[in-house]
C-alpha cells in the first residue's frame, strides 16, 4: 500500500489547512486511517484516528479545532485543522490499519507533510 499526503504548507497563527491522503496499491480493505505528527525534537504523537465505519479520536491538543474525516469509496483520509498554533507545527504523517488479504493485517505509512505555523 502507497499513503500519498498533500495539502501542508505554510500558514499563520489562527489559520486552516486541510490535508488529505490516499491509499493505493493492492489491499482487501481499510480499517483505522489517520494522522500522526512529529514536531521538531519532539517525539511522534498521535493526531487523530478515523475507524472504518466514522468513529473518531483526537489528541487532547487538537480536540475541538481539528476534523478528521474520511471516504472509503476513495480510500482517502482529510485532516481539516482550524485555528492553528505555532506549536502545530511539524511533519504530519498519514497513517493505515491495512488489511492486504482476509486473514493478513499491517500498518502503512504516508511520506510526511510539512505543516508550518508562523507567530
Known amino acids: 500500500v502507497q499513503l500519498q499526503a498533500s495539502g501542508g504548507g505554510l500558514v499563520q497563527t489562527g489559520g486552516s489547512l486541510r490535508l488529505s491522503c490516499v491509499a493505493s496499491g493492492s489491499f482487501y480493505s481499510i480499517n483505522d486511517m489517520g494522522w500522526d505528527r512529529q514536531a521538531p525534537g519532539k517525539r511522534r504523537e498521535m493526531v487523530a484516528r478515523?475507524?472504518?465505519?466514522?468513529?473518531?479520536n483526537y489528541g487532547d491538543s487538537v480536540k475541538g479545532r481539528f476534523t478528521i474525516g474520511r471516504d472509503n469509496a476513495k480510500n482517502t483520509v482529510y485532516l481539516q485543522m482550524n485555528s492553528l498554533k505555532p506549536e502545530d507545527t511539524g511533519v504530519y504523517y498519514c497513517?493505515?490499519?491495512?488489511?492486504?488479504?482476509?486473514?493478513?493485517?499491517?500498518?502503512?505509512w504516508g511520506q510526511g507533510t510539512l505543516v508550518t505555523v508562523s507567530s
Open positions: 497513517e493505515a490499519d491495512v488489511n492486504y488479504e482476509i486473514d493478513y493485517r499491517g500498518p502503512a
Open positions: 478515523i475507524s472504518s465505519t466514522g468513529n473518531v
